[in-house]
């Protein structure tokens, strides 16, 4: 049976990560990759789920000085299929939890 899009998205939830340490050692490889990947799940702790946003709404929900660089990591995600971004949205798929799986409690 083929795997549906979005299963992986609907049992692991923002909150079951471990976000105490980042997400440091991740195959994302570089450090501004994991540090905008964590910035995505805590955007996702504060929605209660897997939410769309936009670039504004990222900026909003950081806790840092964010740059404009972070918009062009943001696009690579898509294509590299980590996130996908309709009408201006970015919102995860499944290959982007598998990605950071070892962080999940």
């Known amino acids: 049976m083929p795997k549906k ?18 997400f440091g050692g991740s195959l994302l490889g570089k450090s501004e990759k994991e540090t905008i990947a964590c910035n995505i799940v805590v955007i996702g702790c504060k929605a209660g789920d897997w939410t769309p ?37 970015y919102s995860i798929t499944d290959e982007f939890i598998v990605l950071l799986w070892k962080f999940v409690r």
Not at 59 to 87: I, P, R, W
């Open 5 to 22: 899009e979005g299963m992986i998205k609907a049992l692991i939830k923002p909150k079951d990560f471990d976000l105490r340490n980042g």
């Open 53 to 89: 946003f936009t670039w504004e709404e990222y900026q909003l929900n950081c806790n840092h000085s964010v740059t404009n660089s972070e918009q062009s990591y943001l696009d690579g995600f898509v294509a590299n299929g980590l996130m996908k971004k309709q009408n201006d949205e």
